[in-house]
């Protein structure tokens, strides 16, 4: 299995600010993956960040809005920029897991509320 | 589009009770499913996985099959505890490892 760590765990936000979310991994991967869960909704993929090339966003994420790093096989960050209340959502980070079957892997989320 | 429902939304039982989940999907190319858990405000323990060519898979109280051919997937918890109570995600993976999650089915467990 992957143990994930995320950081922050949480933050309360001005609007017009930006957040940056860290995501680390305890292996390397592949890819990793950003979702967003906004309040009572299900997960959405963001984007799949791999190592040493641009994201690939979804239909509706855009890199201006949601820019990712992916520096190395084991950490990645996601940062939501010019926040407004609307971004408020958890944000998780998950890793596919190749070596276990495919099981995927998520990290603890980083709930995030812009006031 | 793909489409991952799950029903019902939400469930209260009393302790000890045997209770299904139900999760469907539109369609059956699936790769594999993966059941998870979520408490609230946190991320999502992964419970079971079942490849394409399983059909069900167990662990513990629970127990998960999949019919690819009628785009089903079942999660049958057995004596159910307080400790239970969570949000239930059923997730359909496809190629490149693209997870569709349903809604999610909110269990409370009754002491």
């Known amino acids: 299995s992957a143990v994930i760590s995320q950081k922050p765990s949480r933050d309360i936000c001005q609007r017009g600010t930006s957040l940056t979310i860290q995501c680390q991994v305890d292996?390397?991967?592949?890819?990793m993956f950003w979702y967003r869960q906004q309040p009572g909704q299900s997960l959405t993929l963001i984007a799949t960040?791999?190592?040493?090339?641009?994201?690939?966003?979804e239909s509706g994420f855009v890199i201006d809005k949601f820019p990712i790093s992916r520096p190395n096989l084991t950490f990645s960050t996601l940062t939501v920029s010019n926040m407004s209340p609307e971004d408020s959502s958890i944000y998780l980070c998950?890793?596919?897991?190749?070596?276990?079957?495919?099981?995927?892997?998520f990290g603890q989320g980083t709930r995030l509320t812009v006031v | 589009k793909q489409e991952v429902t799950q029903i019902p939304a939400a469930l209260s039982v009393p302790e000890g009770e045997n209770l299904v989940l139900n999760c469907s999907f539109t369609?059956?190319?699936?790769?594999?499913l993966q059941w998870f858990r979520q408490d609230p405000g946190k991320g999502l323990t992964s419970l079971l996985l079942?490849?394409?060519?399983?059909r069900e898979q167990t662990s513990g109280r629970l127990n998960a099959s999949l019919d690819k051919s009628s785009g089903r997937s079942t999660l049958y918890i057995a004596a159910s505890q307080p400790g239970d109570s969570a949000t239930y995600l059923c997730?359909?993976?496809?190629?490149?490892?693209?997870?569709?999650f349903g809604s999610g089915t909110k269990l409370n467990v009754k002491p």
């Open positions: 997730a359909v993976i496809y190629n490149f490892n693209k997870f569709y």
């Open positions: 960040a791999n190592q040493g090339s641009e994201a690939t966003y």
């Open positions: 369609d059956s190319a699936i790769y594999n």
């Open positions: 292996s390397q991967v592949t890819m």
């Open positions: 998950s890793v596919e897991g190749s070596m276990s079957g495919g099981r995927a892997f």
């Open positions: 079942i490849q394409s060519s399983q």
